[in-house]
């Protein structure tokens, strides 16, 4: 529908101006959020979780097609990323077998705090959890359960858990995805084994973990 009038216009563009300060001001707290958790003297930590593409992942993965590969049968890998800010990355595979929803967010959290606590014997007061925009895997009622039981237990006494607007979720998370691609963009990776190596050898924080 194309709008002609100058009244029509005119309130278009500024209901575009208010989502997009709308967009701005959630990726400032986001950046706010994630500086805290970043910042050693601060009693927080800040993680970011989102799934990848599984249609990459299919394995066996030929990064060259060919009529024999793209007539053999590939199983689809699913690929869940944390990130911890100026911490750790954390990359988990699954297979179609495990239904996609809040447990394999909740269990991939839930692993990146174990390691947390492994490295550290403690983890911080609060927890800033940025999660994808949908209700499938990040909003559902088991998650914000289990979130409140971790509060109720003591684990944390505040976790504050944020969500980025629909269409404008793409965040530094998805450069750790992106890596991969690149790599996966000139070599093979014909099982989990070297599907696994893969994503050890392409993401590298700056002290070379």
Not at 107 to 112: C, L, T
Request: charged residues 20%; aromatic residues 10%; glycine residues 4%.
């Amino acid at each position: 529908m194309v709008h002609q009038s100058t009244p029509e216009r005119q309130t278009l563009k500024k209901a575009q101006l208010i989502h997009h300060n709308f967009v701005k001001a959630e990726r400032q707290l986001y950046y706010y959020r994630r500086a805290k958790g970043a910042d050693p003297n601060d009693d927080s930590i800040s993680m970011i979780v989102d799934a990848a593409d599984q249609q990459k992942y299919a394995l066996p993965y030929h990064y060259v097609a060919t009529k024999s590969s793209e007539k053999c049968i590939r199983v689809p890998v699913h690929l869940m990323g944390v990130l911890v800010h100026c911490e750790a990355d954390h990359a988990y595979t699954y297979f179609e077998n495990f239904k996609q929803g809040n447990n394999v967010t909740i269990e991939a959290i839930h692993s990146a705090l174990c390691d947390k606590l492994a490295r550290d014997g403690q983890l911080p007061s609060t927890l800033y959890l940025q999660l994808d925009n949908t209700s499938k895997q990040c909003k559902a009622r088991y998650m914000i359960g289990w979130l409140g039981y971790l509060v109720k237990q003591g684990v944390f006494k505040t976790i504050v858990l944020s969500f980025l607007p629909v269409g404008h979720t793409h965040e530094d998370i998805d450069q750790v995805f992106s890596r991969l691609a690149v790599f996966l963009a000139c070599h093979d990776a014909f099982n989990m084994e070297q599907l696994h190596a893969a994503i050890r050898g392409t993401y590298q924080t700056k002290e070379g973990h």
